[in-house]
C-alpha cells in the first residue's frame, strides 16, 4: 500500500531533550516536506526536500532540522525542544516540487514539551 | 506562491450543498488551484485540482472564473462526514518549492 508514515504517533517529552520524527515513504516521491499545526495558524510549513541531500527551509524552519540521506526518509530533528514546539506534525511527499503536484500526507505526530 | 484568503468556518446541514470561496488575487498565470480536506485527527488529502472553468469528479466540483482570482469548492448534499477543515492551495510545479496552505476553512455539517 502507498503510504506515508510517521513514527511515533504521540510523545511526550522534556524542555530540552533532544527528539527525532521518522518520515517514509514508499511511493519513490523526490519532494518530502514537514508542517506543523496548530489551532487558528492552519498548516505551516517547516523544512521541505527536493530529493536526496536537498533541503531547504520553509516558513516556521526555526528550532528544527531534517536531513534526507535516503530518497524515502525525512527525519525531523528537535535538537532542543521547547513548549512553543508542542504541536501537531505532519510529514508529507509528492512526485515532484510544486503546489501542482498532489502532497500526500502522513498520519501525525502529536508532540508535547513540557 | 500566491497567497490565499478563505472563511475561517462554516456551517452546514445533512443534504445542503456547500460552496466553499477561496480568494487569491494575485495568482499567477501558470498557477493551478488544488483543494484538500483534512478530517480530525488525520492528515489532509486531495479532493480535486483545477486550471480554469469547471472540474468535476466523484467528490466536489471547482469552478473557477475567467480572471482566477477566486475559486469556488462545492460539496453536494453534505452528509455528517464532510465535516472537516478543507485548504485552498495555489501554485505551479515550476515555481516556488515551498507550499503555503494557509489557515482553512472549517465545516460544520449539522443532522
Known amino acids: 500500500e502507498a503510504q506515508v508514515t510517521q513514527n511515533p504517533r504521540y510523545l511526550i517529552t522534556v524542555t530540552g531533550k533532544k527528539l527525532t520524527v521518522t518520515c517514509s515513504q514508499n511511493?519513490?516521491?523526490?519532494?518530502m516536506s514537514w508542517y506543523r499545526q496548530d489551532p487558528g495558524l492552519g498548516l505551516r510549513q517547516i523544512y521541505y526536500?527536493?530529493?536526496?541531500?536537498?533541503?531547504d527551509k520553509g516558513d516556521v524552519p526555526e528550532g528544527y532540522k531534517v536531513s534526507r540521506k535516503e530518497k524515502r526518509n525525512f527525519p525531523l530533528i528537535l535538537e532542543s525542544p521547547s513548549p512553543n514546539q508542542t504541536s501537531l506534525y505532519f510529514c508529507?511527499?509528492?512526485?515532484?516540487?510544486?503546489?501542482?503536484?498532489?502532497?500526500?500526507f502522513g498520519p501525525g505526530t502529536r508532540l508535547l514539551v513540557l | 506562491l500566491a497567497k490565499t484568503t478563505q472563511p475561517i468556518s462554516m456551517d452546514s446541514y445533512e443534504g445542503q450543498e456547500v460552496n466553499i470561496t477561496c480568494s487569491h488575487n494575485?495568482?499567477?498565470?501558470?498557477?493551478?488551484i488544488t483543494w484538500y480536506q483534512q478530517f480530525p485527527s488525520q492528515g489532509p488529502r486531495f479532493i480535486i485540482q483545477?486550471?480554469?472553468t469547471k472540474v468535476t469528479n466523484e467528490v466536489a466540483s471547482l469552478f473557477i472564473p475567467a480572471d482566477r482570482k477566486s475559486s469556488t469548492l462545492s460539496l453536494p448534499r453534505v452528509s455528517l462526514s464532510d465535516t472537516a477543515v478543507y485548504y485552498c492551495?495555489?501554485?505551479?510545479?515550476?515555481?516556488?518549492?515551498?507550499?503555503?496552505f494557509g489557515t482553512g476553512t472549517r465545516l460544520l455539517v449539522s443532522p
Open positions: 508529507a511527499s509528492s512526485p515532484l516540487a510544486g503546489a501542482r503536484e498532489t502532497q500526500y
Open positions: 511511493m519513490n516521491h523526490e519532494y
Open positions: 526536500s527536493m530529493n536526496v541531500e536537498v533541503t
Open positions: 494575485n495568482i499567477a498565470t501558470n498557477d493551478y
Open positions: 483545477g486550471y480554469k
Open positions: 492551495l495555489v501554485g505551479d510545479m515550476a515555481g516556488f518549492q515551498k507550499l503555503v
